[in-house]
């Protein structure tokens, strides 16, 4: 049975930083690709960051110098430090893991097989 609880969203000041979790079950992160989407209200939903197995990282443009994924094989626990974070970055977030390879198609992540619930972050 796949589950991914994400946690640590909420509330920051622009400028501020927040670290998202999501752990794991019925995957091995370290076996998987893992990444992280948002979607505000109204606006579609977009992929943010991935982690292959292979341990190679993408970002969209939109965060890259900002937000760093990593994982944590002992926890079976993805993250997202979200650093510098800016009005725009307000969404519901959300993980996300399958068995495909990390990859930007038009500078946009594909759609995932499994998903999280996902966990608010609102910049002011």
């Known amino acids: 049975h796949v589950q991914l609880v994400e946690s640590g969203g909420g509330s920051v000041q622009a400028g501020g930083s927040l670290r998202l979790s999501c752990a794991a079950s019925?995957?091995?992160?370290?076996?998987?690709?893992m990444g992280w989407f948002r979607q505000a209200p109204g606006k579609e939903r977009e992929g943010v960051a991935c982690i292959g197995r292979d341990g190679i990282t993408m970002y969209s443009d939109s965060v890259k110098g900002r937000f760093t994924i990593s994982q944590e094989n002992g926890k079976n626990t993805v993250y997202l430090q979200m650093n510098d974070l800016k009005p725009d970055d307000t969404a519901m977030y959300y993980c996300?893991?399958?068995?495909?390879?990390?990859?930007?198609?038009?500078?946009?992540?594909?759609?995932?097989?499994?998903w999280g619930q996902g966990t608010q972050v609102t910049v002011s």
């Open positions: 996300a893991a399958d068995f495909q390879l990390c990859s930007l198609v038009a500078g946009k992540f594909p759609s995932f097989g499994h």
């Open positions: 019925g995957y091995t992160v370290s076996s998987t690709r």
